[in-house]
């Protein structure tokens, strides 16, 4: 088996293993615009010895926001196989392959949205967020209020949106900094309206992304930065009373807080395990976090293991500058551990999904109780969030 980037003739190959294993069509129009936008350098493929495409994934290069800091992502996507060369470890070589791939180009963490869970913890993944879907009958939206702003329809100025999006996605661990290109070919589309919510001085606070059909009203994206925004917008969606029956939030962050708000909060609501992710390089990770200091040096042994990222394997020694800035240095083997703990609990605390003391209490996290309480207090109270989909 050979695995290598694609090459840029082995496009059709590509899509068709995508359009068989995803079951959708492209139409020839859209073949042509993805043909065109066909990055096989981020693409990578398996071939069996006679030079055909077994398995693939794609690798998705992004930023993201963690802490109100930027750290390099690599999302993978589009991961499939040939039913035929199932079961006989082309992804699994395939993954394993790609994480070496994003630790030598710098990227720290990974991100990806999972057909299984189960399948992906196997190489180190772990859920690290959840999203909240609202179904709101009409007569139990929020009351219209009146604002001193505006609220302009189909104003779909990329910069405009993403200065919105920035602003609010900077609160959230795990929100991708979106490319216009991102913008224009993943995120916006003919079938959908935007509204933006702009100041009395002209300020742009707040855009809703949204749809209206057969009755109902789906807003893709609502995103806010003032509560004056949040009012206006709701005040807009409101205003489509007349035309629909109900209003479809389809992904808000897990600590929104509308049905606190609302005059009958009893609405449908489901909250939604949403992607997985894992640390690549943990050292190098932890180097770029930003911890709270205490105003003090400290520091924790911590014994970190990774099957599949050998690189992260062992006991380092975490050294906290005073003001929170962090060091790693091997501890080496026979050192004592404060801590132990895996890759996929190192994750999901980090990016502050699951607190210490908490996958202390579930057995995820295990070492001694004072360092754990210490951690606690370095590690920044943050929400998770994730809007895009690759």
């Given at each position: 088996m050979e695995i290598r980037t694609l090459r840029a003739e082995e496009f059709d190959a590509m899509m068709k293993l995508g359009e068989y294993a995803f079951q959708y069509r492209l139409s020839a129009e859209e073949k042509a615009d993805a043909k065109m936008r066909f990055k096989p350098e981020n693409?990578?493929?398996?071939?069996?010895?006679?030079?055909?495409?077994?398995?693939?994934?794609?690798?998705?290069?992004?930023?993201?926001?963690?802490?109100?800091?930027?750290?390099?992502?690599?999302?993978?996507?589009?991961?499939?196989?040939?039913?035929?060369?199932?079961?006989?470890?082309?992804?699994?070589?395939?993954?394993?392959?790609?994480?070496?791939?994003?630790?030598?180009?710098?990227?720290?963490?990974?991100?990806?949205?999972?057909?299984?869970?189960?399948?992906?913890r196997k190489f180190g993944f772990e859920m690290f967020g959840d999203y909240k879907k609202y179904v709101i009958p009409t007569d139990k939206l929020p009351s219209k209020e009146m604002t001193e702003g505006e609220v302009r329809r189909d104003t779909a100025d990329i910069a405009t949106l993403n200065q919105i999006y920035e602003a609010y996605a900077i609160n959230y661990n795990g929100m991708m900094l979106r490319s216009e290109e991102r913008w224009k070919h993943s995120i916006l589309d003919d079938?959908?309206?935007?509204?933006?919510?702009?100041?009395?001085?002209?300020?742009?606070?707040?855009?809703?992304?949204?749809?209206?059909?057969?009755?109902?009203?789906?807003?893709?994206?609502?995103?806010?930065l003032t509560e004056e925004s949040r009012k206006a917008l709701w005040t807009f969606i409101s205003?489509?009373?007349?035309?629909?029956?109900?209003?479809?939030?389809?992904?808000?962050?897990?600590?929104?807080?509308?049905t606190y708000?609302?005059?009958?909060?009893?609405?449908?609501?489901?909250?939604?395990?949403?992607?997985?992710?894992?640390?690549?390089?943990?050292?190098?990770?932890?180097?770029?976090y930003a911890f709270h200091g205490s105003g003090e040096e400290q520091s924790w042994t911590v014994s970190l293991s990774d099957a599949h990222a050998p690189w992260n394997e062992g006991i380092w020694k975490w050294t906290l500058s005073p003001d929170g800035k962090a060091s790693v240095e091997a501890a080496g083997l026979q050192?004592?551990?404060?801590?132990?703990?895996?890759?996929?609990?190192?994750?999901?605390?980090?990016?502050?999904?699951?607190?210490?003391?908490?996958?202390?209490r579930l057995g995820r996290l295990t070492g001694d109780a004072a360092a754990i309480a210490r951690l606690e207090q370095a590690i920044p109270s943050g929400?998770?969030?994730?809007l895009d989909y690759f």
């Open positions: 693409i990578w493929g398996a071939f069996d010895e006679e030079g055909r495409l077994t398995a693939k994934l794609g690798l998705l290069h992004a930023d993201i926001f963690v802490n109100g800091q930027r750290m390099p992502m690599a999302g993978i996507g589009g991961v499939a196989t040939w039913p035929e060369y199932r079961r006989q470890g082309f992804v699994k070589q395939l993954l394993t392959h790609s994480l070496k791939i994003m630790n030598e180009s710098g990227k720290l963490i990974s991100m990806l949205h999972p057909f299984s869970f189960p399948f992906y079938d959908g309206h935007t509204a933006v919510y702009y100041s009395t001085s002209g300020e742009p606070q707040g855009y809703l992304l949204y749809k209206a059909a057969k009755k109902e009203l789906l807003v893709e994206e609502f995103v806010w205003n489509h009373d007349s035309m629909v029956t109900q209003t479809v939030l389809a992904q808000m962050p897990a600590d929104d807080a509308l708000t609302l005059a009958d909060p009893r609405i449908t609501q489901e909250i939604v395990p949403y992607g997985m992710a894992r640390i690549v390089n943990a050292a190098s990770f932890v180097q770029a050192s004592s551990a404060d801590i132990q703990c895996d890759i996929q609990t190192l994750t999901t605390l980090m990016l502050g999904y699951k607190r210490p003391t908490e996958l202390w929400h998770t969030f994730l």
